[in-house]
């Protein structure tokens, strides 16, 4: 079989696509896969420095942009859809998998237009507007929450969780450590904001909050200043611009801080860790707030608002939960049990059904 994987532009697109992608060759390691990304997403570093087979499509979005970058938009939308038709006629998949982000919807239509079979990928609670439009064409669309249900037709959808790249890391529990193991997830490309509140939150916490091991990860233009203010502090703490190794970080940690994109919520659950969700406020549909709300609802999870008091805020649910044990506890318990460790697997084999039904 051959898939022909298109997404990207950020993390939260391109590595759900590679993790389905890796799942296909686990089933099989004759299936062959190809990537198609963005010429100025992260996927146009990441794919060629792990020797991924790939193309990459001149291509931008347009929402919220003005006029005349929405015509250029536009034009470039339609050269990357006859690019990607040229793409699908030299590798002829079997099947066709948008894992969303600007390059997924041009190879996506130039798939319906080849009648290539079409997997949709949804990662949010809340369907992006391509999706949301081809998803009424596309055999099936893979849910990451079951909220995200409604934006598409009953018959193409498949709760499966968001494919994550990483096996969860048992870790001992709350009971047989000294510290609680706190992780601070500033943003692989920084996350200003939340970096300032979470350094405000340890100022006004002071003596209050002690017995915890902290690793933060800043992003790269954060990190000295965060490295120098936990030293003003007196503050013990592991600052890191990024991490190489997330699957252990993730899987050490007892409370994560963060905000909450589809992924981070879902590896949050897949780690079994509890949750101080900082929602992105700027996202005029709610994005992130939703995303946190399927953790909130099942108490596993907490959303603290990103507004002028987010050092206060911050600070008073961490003097809650580290001096409170075992609410820390329940609350990892229950972000274990809405994990969905095996994602990735599910989405691959439903791609190996849909492209055997084709050979038939």
């Known amino acids: 079989m051959k898939a022909l994987i ?17 799942a296909l060759l686990r089933l099989d390691p004759t299936h062959e896969v190809t990537y198609v990304g963005a010429s100025n997403g992260l996927e146009a570093r990441w794919l060629p420095a792990h020797h991924l087979p790939h193309h990459l499509l001149q291509i931008r979005g347009w929402t919220g942009k003005g006029p005349l970058t929405r015509a250029r938009a536009l034009k470039e939308f339609a050269i990357a ?17 948008g894992a969303g982000g600007y390059a997924s919807a041009p190879v996506a239509l130039a798939a319906l237009l080849r009648r290539i079979p079409l997997v949709l990928l949804e990662q949010n609670t809340r369907a992006g507007l391509a999706n949301r439009l081809l998803g009424r064409f596309a055999q099936k669309v893979c849910l990451g929450f079951a909220e995200a249900a409604p934006f598409f037709p009953p018959s193409k959808v498949v709760v499966t969780g968001n494919p994550i790249r990483f ?12 510290q609680t193991q706190i992780l601070v997830l500033g943003g692989s490309s920084g996350a200003h904001r939340l970096n300032l509140g979470i350094l405000n939150a340890f100022r006004i916490c002071g003596n209050n909050v002690i017995d915890c091991a902290l690793v933060h990860q800043t992003g ?10 936990y030293r003003a502090l007196e503050r013990r703490a592991t600052v890191v611009a990024f991490i190489d190794d997330m699957a252990r970080a993730l899987s050490s940690a007892d409370l994560i801080i963060a905000r909450s ?8 659950a897949l780690a079994g860790a509890a ?52 609410a820390l506890s329940v609350m990892r318990a229950r972000a274990a049990a809405a994990a969905k460790p095996h994602a990735a697997d599910t989405v691959a084999r439903l791609c190996v059904e849909l492209g055997q039904g084709t050979r038939q």
């Open 167 to 178: 096996e969860p890391c048992r870790h001992q529990p709350l009971k047989g450590r000294d």
């Open 81 to 97: 859809v006859a690019r990607s038709r040229k793409i699908i006629d030299q590798f002829r998949p079997t099947v066709v998998i």
């Open 261 to 268: 994109g589809a992924m981070t919520v879902s590896e949050v």
């Open 220 to 229: 790269e233009a954060d990190a000295e200043m965060v490295a120098g203010e």
């Open 6 to 22: 298109a997404g990207g532009g950020t993390g939260g697109h391109l590595f759900p696509a590679v993790a389905v992608g890796e």
């Open 275 to 326: 949750a101080l969700f900082v929602p992105y406020p700027f996202h005029r549909d709610r994005q992130q707030e939703l995303n946190a709300a399927t953790l909130v609802n099942r108490g596993a999870a907490r959303i603290v608002r990103d507004d002028d008091q987010l050092g206060e805020n911050l600070a008073k649910e961490l003097q809650v939960l580290t001096r409170d044990r075992a």
